[in-house]
């Protein structure tokens, strides 16, 4: 088992357990660089690092935003190891455990859903923004405005209808647009 291969693995699990949007290594301006980690509605986001020996997962221990979690990401916070690596007495207050054989993912420990402080926000808040510029960057000389509006001059070309096989933007489904799921995040305090 090799630490990118357990990546993809969290990516795939954060994909099913219904994160939107899901980055791997990305670095925060806190200097945490999450293996994985989604946003699910009302801008719940789920972290997971992962460890494939014990001598890793011991050293993370010692890094600054796990001496301090409020200087951690992510609303929910899990190891992801393979099975047998480290028990649930192990992990720090709060996180889940993941394990992985069988060639599958299993929760050994559910993880507190109301682990981000509002200093972890705005450590996602960059973390976002960072990995946008990054994509801006790229499709240069279009900015990601220009980029995200290309089905709407596509539909502009084609007589008012969008490309075959292409779903319009009014019918994709965002529902990081919902306000109704920020206003419940804002009152519960982030559970």
Known sequence: ????????????????????????????????????????????SVLVECKVSRPDFLADRAKPFRLRPELGVGNERFYLVPRGLVSPEEIPLGWGLLEFHSRAIHMARASRKNLRSDHGFRSEMNLLLASLRRVEIR?????????LKWQNRMAEYNGGLPPQGVTPPTGEENFFLDADLCEEEIGSGGD
Not at 3 to 29: F, N, P, T
Not at 139 to 147: D, H, L, R, Y
């Open 1 to 44: 088992m090799t630490h990118a291969v357990l990546v993809r693995k969290a990516v795939d699990w954060l994909r099913q357990y219904r994160c939107g949007v899901v980055l791997s290594e990305q670095a925060c301006i806190s200097g945490e660089m999450p293996d994985a980690i989604g946003w699910k509605r009302a801008c719940h």
């Open 139 to 147: 499709i240069e000389p279009q900015t990601v405005t220009e980029f």
